[in-house]
T-cell receptor, first 113, second 115 residues
Framework: NAGVTQTPKFRILKIGQSMTLQCTQDMNHNYMYWYRQDPGMGLKLIYYSVGAGITDKGEVPNGYNVSRSTTEDFPLRLELAAPSQTSVYFC????????????FGPGTRLTVT | AQKITQTQPGMFVQEKEAVTLDCTYDTSDQSYGLFWYKQPSSGEMIFLIYQGSYDEQNATEGRYSLNFQKARKSANLVISASQLGDSAMYFCAMREGRGTYKYIFGTGTRLKVLA
């Protein structure tokens, strides 16, 4: 199993550009999450999904959109990038009937200038 | 509203000594989970230990133990016999109960192990 994979690892965006952060898991996990981690801070939940076709907002959803058309994939879309979206983005997944912990991807470091 | 509080921004510990990292939480749920994650300078999130709200015994995983005091709503991480490789950020997190299973993270404690 590859676990949770994220692409790209690094990205620099100009203000106003858009991009999609990709997240894929191969563990058949029903729950998937997107977090952002600002420098020196903890993780804040952006969006989460409890299964294909079902998504909901977390603590900091503004400026982002998600979709979940398959169990495996949970892309995060940034529209009209702003400097405040400079952060490290983590994707994670979990299965309620499985292990206790979330499995995290390696993260995407995004800079908006 | 659910909340996780880590009041120690930074901690130092001598190699081979034990250290306790504090975590308090607030929730109205009866069913919840508490986690500790380690984030080394390389940036990945490493799961350390889990405690369920109904677990009567404190969780242990090797050199890590979780001191769970439910009435005080605290879930402190104890690292015994600290090693230089333990230097990292440590995050306490809580998973909400049945339904959304959302996670909330604390702001973290940076631990530095001294030789």
């Amino acid at each position: 199993n590859a676990g949770v994979t994220q692409t790209p690892k690094f990205r620099i965006l100009k203000i106003g550009q858009s991009m999609t952060l990709q997240c894929t898991q191969d563990m058949n996990h029903n729950y998937m999450y997107w977090y952002r981690q600002d420098p020196g801070m903890g993780l804040k939940l952006i969006y989460y999904s409890v299964g294909a076709g079902i998504t909901d907002k977390g603590e900091v959803p503004n400026g982002y959109n998600v979709s979940r058309s398959t169990t495996e994939d949970f892309p995060l879309r940034l529209e009209l990038a702003a400097p405040s979206q400079t952060s490290v983005y983590f994707c994670a997944s979990w299965r309620a009937s499985g292990a206790y912990e979330q499995y995290f991807g390696p993260g995407t470091r995004l800079t908006v200038t | 509203a659910q909340k996780i509080t880590q009041t120690q921004p930074g901690m130092f510990v001598q190699e081979k000594e034990a250290v306790t990292l504090d975590c308090t939480y607030d929730t109205s749920d009866q069913s919840y989970g508490l986690f500790w994650y380690k984030q080394p300078s390389s940036g990945e999130m490493i799961f350390l230990i889990y405690q369920g709200s109904y677990d009567e015994q404190n969780a242990t995983e090797g050199r890590y133990s979780l001191n769970f005091q439910k009435a005080r709503k605290s879930a402190n991480l104890v690292i015994s016999a600290s090693q230089l490789g333990d230097s990292a950020m440590y995050f306490c997190a809580m998973r909400e109960g049945r339904g959304t299973y959302k996670y909330i993270f604390g702001t973290g404690t940076r631990l530095k192990v001294l030789a």
